[in-house]
């Protein structure tokens, strides 16, 4: 059976979630109140309301996408998650350059071809 897009990403987000154990690496200082954190691609927002689920309220969680179709209404997400319209293979708006301390990216590989990686990337 083909999975539509939203059961295909909410299947690769509890794959990732339950096989490396954890929504942001250890290693990450997630006791900072002030924490920045952006997600490129945010599909259906699962890794976002997970992780508003496990820091403390203050810390501002960005959703960067092209396209919002996927995601829950906002009045059903944590007041600390915020939506940026952005297409990756775009400048980023100066606003953005150096504001997050954790920028989250997966599964990007389904998209970059044509010689397009350094502008996402960058």
């Excluded at 909410?10 to 250890?26: I, M, V």
């Excluded at 900072?32 to 689920?53: D, H, P, Q, S, W």
């Excluded at 403390?56 to 059903?76: A, E, H, M, N, Y």
């Amino acid at each position: 059976r083909q999975l539509n897009i939203n059961q295909r990403t909410t299947l690769q987000h509890y794959l990732y979630k339950y096989g490396l154990n954890y929504l942001l690496h250890p290693i990450i200082p997630t006791e900072n109140t002030e924490l920045k954190v952006a997600e490129i691609g945010v599909g259906t927002c699962i890794r976002l309301i997970e992780i508003a689920r496990e820091l403390p309220p203050t810390v501002q969680l960005d959703g960067l996408d092209i396209d919002f179709s996927q995601r829950p209404p906002k009045q059903w997400l944590p007041s600390n998650i915020a939506w940026i319209t952005h297409n990756v293979f775009a400048e980023p708006p100066s606003e953005l350059l150096e504001k997050y301390d954790v920028i989250h990216a997966q599964l990007f590989i389904t998209i970059l071809r044509d010689g397009n990686p350094p502008q996402a990337v960058s």
